[in-house]
């Protein structure tokens, strides 16, 4: 998700062992736990929440399948998979031969 490597997480605990000192470190670290866990428990409120009020059809909804990406992609696939279900297309016209023309359509 965010590409980080090794290199750069030593980097960021020698940063932060730099600014926040030795001492303080532990305490900063278990914070930071505590707020992305409460960050996960929030998310996952909103997301039971939100399958409640939608009802029995979305119950399997996640909030990944919000993300317009993932729609657009969706939608690519299904038009993908239309097309190859598509019946032949209608052969060619003859020299001076007339397309049809259906008075309903137009």
């Known amino acids: 998700m965010f590409d980080v490597g090794l290199l750069e997480l030593a980097v960021i605990a020698l940063v932060a062992v730099f600014v926040f000192g030795p001492e ?6 278990k914070q930071a736990g505590l707020m992305l866990r409460k960050a996960r428990q929030m998310a996952n409120t909103a ?7 939608l009802g ?5 909804l996640e909030l990944r399948d919000l993300d317009p990406r993932n729609i657009v992609r969706k939608h690519i ?16 016209l003859a020299e001076g031969q007339l ?5 309903d359509a137009t």
């Not at 696939?77 to 209608?90: K, L, N, V, Y």
């Open 56 to 60: 029995p059809e979305y119950s399997d």
């Open 77 to 92: 696939i299904e038009a993908m998979e239309d097309e190859e279900a598509r019946p032949a297309p209608q052969p060619e």
């Open 24 to 29: 303080r470190l532990p305490v900063m670290a």
């Open 47 to 53: 997301r039971d929440e939100l399958r409640s009020e």
């Open 99 to 103: 397309p049809p023309y259906d008075v």
